[in-house]
């Protein structure tokens, strides 16, 4: 597994097997909000690219408190196409958010 620091407010994840999927996206969302501080505005995109490959990021289309997941594989999307609001599954953000 790596975790590449991708500019403020944003990490790269290369993930290797199924078993540190959950624990690795777990750590890079501490790991944003702690480099975020107390008063992040946004809230935290998870995109998952393809099979081993994620984006933990704060974004502004997502509101703060919330973590959405975002699974670019879904249905087949063709290349470059983004998912839709209603494609995405909505968690509760850690309470350390503010």
């Known amino acids: 597994m ?7 407010g944003r990490l ?4 290797d097997s199924r078993k540190q999927l ?3 996206l777990d750590r890079a ?3 944003l909000i702690s480099k975020g501080g107390e008063c992040a505005l946004d809230g935290i995109l998870v995109t ?3 099979h081993n490959t994620f984006t933990v ?3 502004s289309a997502v509101k703060r408190g ?3 997941e975002q699974d670019l594989r879904v249905q087949g999307l063709p290349a470059g196409r983004s998912v839709k609001q209603k494609d995405l599954s909505v968690i509760p953000a850690l309470p350390a958010l503010c």
């Open 2 to 8: 790596d975790i590449h620091n991708s500019g403020a």
């Open 12 to 15: 790269k994840l290369k993930i």
């Open 22 to 24: 959950e624990g690795a």
């Open 29 to 31: 969302v501490t790991e």
């Open 48 to 50: 998952r690219h393809d």
């Open 57 to 59: 990021e704060f974004s």
């Open 66 to 68: 919330v973590v959405l």
